[in-house]
Structures are given as C-alpha cells and as structure tokens.
C-alpha cells in the first residue's frame, strides 16, 4: 500500500484481524485510503493512534496550510504504536506525566498531540508510569521499568527508538512499513524457548549477547547455543553478511527463507515454499542439523556433502552452504557457551 503511494489513514488494532491458529493476518477498514491527488484523507483516525502532528493541529481549518492530515508518515506512527501494543501490552505515550490538570480532554490532546513523550524516553523521564495508578492485571508489562522496550531484541529496539524518540515528531525519520517487517522477520529468529517450565512466557528474544537470560523470570541458559549467522551469495562466489541470525534450538526448522535471500516469507511465499527443508535437534550432547530436503547441503571445511536424511553435527567456526544459487545462503556457525 505505502509501496504504490497510498495511506490507510485509519490503522488501529480495531482494523487488523489476526488468526492465532494460522498466523496469518489482515488490514480492513480500506474506506479511508488516501490516494494522492484522487482521494484526499477522510477521516483522522483512531485515538490512541493519530500520529502527534495530525493531533496537535486538529483543531485548525482544513484549509489552514499549517493543518497536518493522514499520510504514509502518519500510517508509520499508527505502525510503530500498534507493533509496540501487540509485544508489550502498553500504550508507548500513555504515561504518568500530567499536562492539564483540570481538563482531562486537554490533558489527552496534549499528552498524544503537541507534547508526545515516550513513556521509555532515555533521557526524558517525566513520563515514566506512576505504578501506583496501575491496576495489578495490567502488569507486569505496565512496568516498563522491568519489561523494558528493548526486551523485543535489537532490530525492533532500533525501530522503536526511531519512531518513539528521534520521529516521534519527525514523521520523516519514522521505519517504514518494510523496515517493520524485516525487522520482525529477524526478531523471530532470534526467539529462545525458557529453559525454565514454570515461566510464564515461555519463549524470549536473544538479546545478541554471550550470557542469555529470559527477561521474564530470570532464568540464564545453561549450555551451548549455536547461533546461526547468515550470508548470502552475489552468484560470482562472493559472500556477504546479511546481518541476520538464526537462534538454534530441538525441533527448530530452516525453512526457503532462510536458504535464500530472494524468498521472503510474507503472504506470497508459494505452498511448497511454506514447507520446512531442515531441522536441529540435540541428541547426546551434540547440536545436529537433519536435512529434510536441500539436496546441495555442504559442510565447506570438511568438503562434505550432506544429502537428504543424513545429519551434520554443529560446531564452532563451521561454514554450511545451503544453497549455491545467487542469493543461496552460507552459514557461519558460532557456538555460545553460557
Ligand atoms: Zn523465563
């Protein structure tokens, strides 16, 4: 949509339809598209969601040049509030600071508009919750202090700071709707199962350091982790780094995404494409990657071929080949040790 120059205008969890079974998920509401130059903007969107330029100048004349209306910018700010809700169960605005306090109506206007401050702003702590007001079912998320932003790892922490710090009221410098999705499909990889049964969440972000923790309930991993870096070929039998890793633990898949940079694993990936072509598993202290169904899997230092339903035992400092085809993937395996 903001691809072809259009903005949805009207982006709220109330427009976004999720099925937790499949996974899958859609945008409706499409009534307010703003076409440049064909469909003006219509409506100004839901509260809660309205980028702080469109807020602050509400009130001004539709003709007054200084009134700012939805946009692709002001679609990013909906993005980033609706990403933030969706991981962290709080509003990224919705602090303790008070900006009027004997017009509620203005405190809003103010608090989402003109005077936006991030709840998790480094510097700027005058907006931190008062944990004192917030019921005992809203946490323990509403305590950003100990569930903070950057618990969702370091590609959606950068995007957050982007859109809640530096583009907050710089709608140019906000992600785009693309820089949200790869940013998203980096951060599912790096997701780790609790080693601990009785934790509540069950699953947390790798934090790309060399001593993981579950943020929830504390637990540190015990053990070694491989960690999977990726790096894709030019065709011409160069590799470079993709900046994206793959968290291994039993019963994780590879899947065509992975083995190549040229798929994409968004709602145009091919049946076939949606299979899983290998898997790790730990088996008497070793990590071992089966292959299902890559059938030019190559252990490169052992000059090995791994052929479908054969193994290959992970260690530090291996390079597979996945694929040999322009844009197939290489993998540099680290092994962590904590
Ligand atoms: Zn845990």
Redesign the pocket.
Known sequence: MHAAGLAHSDLSYKNVLVDPCTGSACLIDIDGLVVPGKYPPDVVGTPDFIAPEVMATLKLPLTDPNRKLPRRETDQHAMAVLTYMYLLYRHPLRGGKVHDLNDPQRDDELMMGERALFIEHPADRSNRANLRDIKPSFLPFADAAKLPYTLTGPYLSRLFERAFIEGLHAPDRRPTADEWEQGLIRTVDLVQP???SN????W?VFDNTTRPA??????AFHGTLPVLNLYSSDGKGNFRADGHRLMVYTNQYLYPWHTSRRVVPNERLTAEQRKPVAYFVFHQGKWLLINQTLTNLKDIGARKSIPPGSSLELVDGQQILLSPEEGGRLVHVQMVRA
């Open positions: 609790c080693s601990n934790c509540d969440q069950k947390f579950c943020p929830f309930c504390g637990t």
